[in-house]
């Protein structure tokens, strides 16, 4: 079966750097999204990683491994707006997106 | 209109009744999407359809269909609803289906089936 993992909850404090981590069993891959949902709000995009490495974009970076299935989001110099869940989702070879359950990131000053 | 816009926000709804989630985009995308999402779980795909005409069967699509008669336009009907289906809907769409390309979200549909 298709499967992503991310932890369920996650606190860092205010201007801190945080990492959360996404490993990923799939049928295939053709990339690797990261999208930020706030509470009751819909998801919007952060990434998108094909190709190993870093991608990095402003305070936000993302790494993928595709050898080892694994990718992270860093945050740096975070505040309190980054408080909100993100999601990992890995598109399969039938170019479908298969979602993790999303880390909830607490952020307190 | 500016985006994907869904209609209604939220609904409670008698199960057994008939129900028609609207999703309108505006962006010219050419695939569109519905999940479901639910608490502990990753957003689940229910159908979708890559271009106008065509659609598609996602990872849960029992007790849904969905119709795509032009390009703005993907309505997801519950012929019967039961309350397994309670849970939050997103509309989402993306200029094609594929690799590297980025999902736009409606803000959702907080649907509860009693």
């Known amino acids: 079966g298709q499967n992503i993992d991310q932890p369920t909850e996650m606190t860092a404090t205010e201007g801190a750097i945080v990492q959360i981590n996404c490993t990923y069993q799939t049928s295939g891959f053709n990339g690797l999204f990261w999208y930020q949902q706030h509470a009751g709000e819909a998801p919007t995009f952060l990434s998108y990683?094909?190709l190993d490495g870093l991608e990095e974009k402003g305070r936000f970076s993302s790494f993928l491994s595709r050898s080892k299935g694994y990718s992270y989001l860093l945050l740096k110099e975070l505040q309190m707006k980054d408080s909100a869940s993100y999601l990992c989702a890995v598109m399969d070879s039938n170019y479908q997106l298969i979602w993790g359950a999303g880390t909830k990131l607490i952020i307190k000053p | 209109i500016a985006g994907i816009t869904q209609a209604p926000t939220s609904q409670i709804l008698a199960a057994g009744r008939r129900m028609t989630l609207r999703c309108t985009q505006d962006m010219r995308h050419n695939a569109m999407y519905w999940y479901r999402q639910d608490l502990g779980l990753g957003l689940r795909l229910i159908h979708y359809?890559?271009?106008?005409?065509?659609?598609g069967k996602g990872e849960v699509p029992d007790g849904y269909s969905v119709s795509r008669a032009n390009t703005d336009d993907f309505p997801l009907t519950l012929a019967s609803a039961v309350p397994s289906q309670t849970s939050v809907y997103f509309c989402?769409?993306?200029?094609?289906?594929?690799?590297?390309?980025?999902?736009?979200f409606g803000q959702g549909t907080r649907l509860t089936v009693v």
């Open positions: 989402a769409s993306s200029l094609r289906s594929g690799e590297n390309t980025e999902a736009f």
């Open positions: 990683n094909v």
């Open positions: 359809s890559n271009t106008a005409g065509t659609t």
